[in-house]
């Protein structure tokens, strides 16, 4: 008999969030305990070939063996690239007066 561990799987949306509980065998893969989650039929865009997918965290394989208290996350794509929204933002700033033009920190204040 195989020793069983708890795992959680989790996934959201800004509307809904769900968290399942699941004892699992030890070391069955990240994808073995997503497909036993059903959160699938939950959520039908999570499409495992596109979604990254992580354990506390830190991204994993899908072939990735979990332990007892792992928590499997499901990751959703980005919407926006982070590094194009500061820039924007920055540029912004910079436009509205209220960053330096040519060190983007704040302006000096006059006296």
């Known amino acids: 008999m195989s020793e069983l561990c708890t795992i959680e799987v ?20 990240v994808e073995d305990c997503i497909t036993q989650s059903n959160v699938q039929q939950m959520f039908p865009e999570i499409d495992l070939a596109e ?5 506390w965290n830190r991204t994993c394989r899908l072939n990735d063996t979990v332990k007892d208290g792992d928590r499997i ?16 933002r920055a540029e912004k700033a910079k436009a ?11 302006p000096l204040a006059k006296d």
């Open 10 to 29: 989790v996934y959201g949306t800004p509307e809904k969030q769900e968290i399942i509980s699941l004892e699992v065998p030890l070391e069955t893969s």
């Open 51 to 55: 979604n990254k997918v992580g354990i």
């Open 73 to 88: 996350e499901i990751y959703r794509p980005l919407i926006a690239d982070p590094k194009e929204v500061r820039r924007l």
């Open 96 to 106: 509205e007066g209220r960053a330096n033009k040519v060190t983007g920190g704040r």
